[in-house]
């Protein structure tokens, strides 16, 4: 019994710390697995947490980043009507629905929004957050 005790912590650890190590770009994996393991705790104990990690790390790492041009355009249009959100904002998170989204002409599959005095890029279909413009 102890050993899974130690086992499981050393593993969530494990999980999150290694993505984060890999590249300064893993905000959706690092918060994936972060989430993950909360909620996995949540519903199932320990090891909930152990499976909600990785399930988590997982599903954060699939969120690619917007291309350049993307970024681009977004960077170039004003700030005004920002919007503001108890919620924290981060990549793999979904925005509110009451947030306004202003579609990417160049590339609908993309869209932004001024939140928190933040530009965000996000997938319109799910409100998700794909990258925050600092």
């Known amino acids: 019994m102890s050993t899974k005790i130690l086992l499981v912590p050393a593993l969530a650890v494990g999980l999150m710390a290694a993505p984060a190590m890999a590249n300064d770009n893993n905000d959706g994996a690092v918060t994936g697995a972060a989430g993950g393991a909360v909620t996995g705790a949540i519903v199932g104990g320990p090891v909930g947490a152990a ?3 990785a399930v988590g790390l997982i599903a954060g790492a699939a969120i690619s980043p917007p291309p350049q041009q ?3 355009y977004v960077q170039q249009q004003p700030m005004a009507d920002t919007v503001v959100v108890r919620e924290r ?4 998170r979904p925005l509110p629905r009451t947030v306004a989204l202003t579609p990417i002409p ?3 599959t993309y869209a932004y929004a001024v939140v928190n005095h933040q530009r965000v890029i996000v997938d319109p279909k ?3 957050v794909v990258q925050v413009i600092r």
């Open 51 to 53: 499976v909600g990690g």
């Open 70 to 72: 993307v970024v681009t």
């Open 89 to 92: 904002i981060a990549v793999g």
């Open 106 to 108: 160049e590339n609908p």
């Open 126 to 128: 799910t409100y998700t």
